[in-house]
């Protein structure tokens, strides 16, 4: 019998209503859709608007379509990994805030905070419990509510990120469909280029705080899009070697999607046809661990059965990774 995979069973994504467009953020900021589209891709993102809705609500519209689609019982999942960076709270986890609000009474839950790559570390967290033997069905969500931390008066951050994320079953499988494989990065000394200061243990959040604007995502973007584009395609091809495998031989590359031209960048230094490259930059920006999620249910439609996929991203921290999976369905 071939050893236990932890396979993904179903994915269901979720973004708010709100379209914020460039040409809107043309009226807000000193920038121009043609300086967004040609330096990112982005065309527009989703923003959650509803008054006291966050993390946690979008969390439940993901879980309960991946419930209902998997025809799973919410009784039977035993744990929700949620990776994101912008929480209902400080604490407690909004894991188990989603699990209250979707009606989860027989797991535990946390959360990860890995930045862009919380996904992959999460999915990997979630996968390992299920390769163990020790559970059977756990949900892994990756999302996250950027227009909470950003500062829409600062071009260089507002343009870029956006609001969504999607939730995926992990499911045992024996036949070699799943999380084949991962190879995972940090970096402290990242902290120094993409942070958010205020309101943690260094800097609590006070008068001086906000007003210093220490509550917004602080980005130096050069040096980070330097290091996403070394990071990435470092452990692409670590992936490639250690699994003695080619690009032939891998149906779809899943980028992060920070920067069309970073997406770019890797799919060109792994020789990847970019028609097998999953992109939806252009119409939610970069979501942040919400990211991975949202391709795969985008381009759900398009899956196979056996179909071989690299997962990639790169984030805050420094953090960094890929993974490879075997599509189960
Ligand atoms: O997901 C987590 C990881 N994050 C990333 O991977 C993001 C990595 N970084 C990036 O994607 C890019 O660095 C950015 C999109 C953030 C910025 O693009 P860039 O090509 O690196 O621009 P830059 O920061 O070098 O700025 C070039 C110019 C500057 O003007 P000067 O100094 O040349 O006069 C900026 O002030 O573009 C200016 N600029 C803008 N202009 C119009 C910066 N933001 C804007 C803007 N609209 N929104």
């Not at 024996?174 to 999380?179: I, L, T």
């Given at each position: 019998m071939s050893k236990t995979l932890a396979a993904i069973t179903g994915v269901h994504g979720y973004v708010p209503e709100y379209v914020l467009t460039n040409k809107e953020l043309e009226q807000m900021v000193e920038t121009s859709d043609d300086w967004i589209t040609s330096r990112t891709g982005i065309k527009e993102r989703r923003i959650l608007k509803d008054k006291g809705k966050a993390a946690s609500d979008m969390g439940v519209e993901m879980v309960k379509g991946l419930l209902e689609k998997t025809n799973t019982?919410?009784?039977?999942?035993e744990l929700v990994i949620c990776a994101t960076v912008t929480g209902d709270m400080k604490f407690p986890d909004t894991a188990n805030i989603i699990c209250d609000k979707a009606g989860i009474n027989n797991a535990f839950g946390y959360d990860i905070n890995a930045a862009c790559s919380g996904f992959l570390f999460a999915l990997s967290s979630g996968a390992t419990y299920i390769e163990s033997g020790r559970l059977k069905k756990v949900i892994v969500i990756g999302l996250d509510v950027m227009s909470s931390i950003i500062d829409y008066k600062d071009r260089t951050t507002c343009v870029i990120f956006g609001d969504g994320g999607g939730a995926v079953l992990l499911e045992p499988n024996?036949?070699?469909?799943?999380?084949i494989d991962s190879v995972f990065r940090g970096d402290g000394n990242g902290r120094h280029f993409l942070n958010?200061?205020?309101?943690?243990?260094?800097?609590?959040?006070s008068e001086e705080t906000v007003k210093n604007g220490m509550h917004y995502v602080f980005q130096d973007g050069r040096p980070v899009f330097k290091a996403a584009v070394k990071g990435m395609t470092e452990t692409v091809q670590q992936i490639f070697d250690r699994n003695n495998i080619?690009?032939?031989?891998?149906d779809w590359l899943v980028p992060h999607q920070a920067n069309m031209r970073i997406i770019n960048s890797v799919a060109a230094f792994a020789d990847f046809p970019m028609e097998r490259v999953m992109v939806n930059i252009h119409r939610y920006g970069n979501t942040t661990a919400g990211t991975l999620p949202l391709c795969l249910w985008d381009y759900e439609d398009q899956l196979k059965k056996g179909d071989h996929l690299i997962l990639t991203a790169f984030g805050g921290g420094f953090t960094w990774g890929s993974s490879l999976l075997k599509w189960a369905y």
């Open positions: 019982d919410p009784a039977d999942i024996d036949e070699g469909f799943g999380v958010m200061k205020g309101g943690g243990s260094l800097n609590p959040t080619t690009k032939d031989e891998i």
